[in-house]
């Protein structure tokens, strides 16, 4: 059996990206900051999902997910959370929106209608949260 050439091109052409491959093509960001906001929507939609007690798919809003990738970006790198995500060319939460734009256009996220790009805008100052309100939790 062979495969005919149209078949072809349109299953190469429905295969995602990778990571590294959005990232070389878009070039504002690295691929360890994709990764980030990947697998940070995954960790913040679980704890949401622990805090309510509810195990039924949740969508979250820009806000939240802001606000998890900056605990996530705490646990990880503590004080140096900003100087981490801004190496990878990440200073503000509207950056973290664009990445999800950026993975929702190559099929990595998905969105639902009313959420925009401007619900990342300003949820909160990297300054002020990674470095003048962070704080050290001694056991």
């Known amino acids: 059996m062979e495969l005919g050439l149209g078949l072809w091109a349109e299953a190469f052409l429905n295969m995602k990206k990778t990571i590294e491959e959005i990232a070389a093509e878009d070039g504002r960001y690295g691929p360890r900051a994709l990764k980030f906001v990947f697998e940070g929507l995954a960790t913040t939609v ?3 999902r622990d805090r309510e007690q509810d195990d039924a798919p949740r969508h979250i809003s820009g806000q939240e997910l802001s ?4 605990e996530v970006a705490q646990q990880r790198w503590g004080r140096l959370a900003a100087m981490v995500l ?6 503000t939460t509207r950056d973290f929106g664009e990445i999800v734009y ?3 256009d190559y099929g990595w996220m998905s969105s639902q209608d009313g959420d925009t ?3 990342f805008d300003a949820v909160f100052d990297f300054t002020e949260v990674f470095e003048n309100q962070y704080t050290i939790e001694i056991r």
Do not use: F, N, Y
């Open 46 to 48: 679980d704890k949401i």
């Open 117 to 119: 790009i401007e619900d």
């Open 102 to 104: 950026l993975m929702i």
């Open 86 to 91: 801004s190496q990878w060319g990440v200073h």
């Open 67 to 70: 606000w998890g990738l900056a």
